[in-house]
Nanobody
């Protein structure tokens, strides 16, 4: 069974940092590009970042460029999203996904 399990969310003050993880299982992780998307309260899904299968090509939404970094460890079947300089508008449920599935999400709340 294909599974994507996110972790690492939580409550953080503005300007703080969090690192999200997404553990994959049930498929050949190393051949799939991976994406992070998010959904803020009352809003639709927003694409955040992408990393290709080899980890040498990444892209970011303008809203997070320069603050977020996506990476992956194919030996650990895990993709990460390092988030710094967090803003209240980053508050959302963050999901990792690929062509096969989307995970259940992890809540990130940025508030003082």
């Amino acid at each position: 069974e294909v599974q994507l399990v996110e972790s690492g969310g939580g409550l953080v003050q503005p300007g703080g940092s969090l690192r999200l993880s997404c553990a994959a299982s049930g498929f050949n992780f190393s051949i799939y590009g991976m994406t992070w998307v998010r959904q803020a309260p009352g809003k639709g899904l927003e694409w955040v970042s992408f990393i290709n299968s080899g980890g040498d090509r990444t892209s970011y939404a303008d809203s997070v460029k320069g603050r977020f970094t996506i990476s992956r460890d194919n030996a650990k079947n895990t993709v990460y999203l390092q988030m710094t300089s967090l803003k209240p508008e980053d508050t959302a449920v963050y999901y990792c996904e690929n062509k096969l599935k989307r995970g259940q999400g992890t809540q990130v709340t940025v508030s003082s």
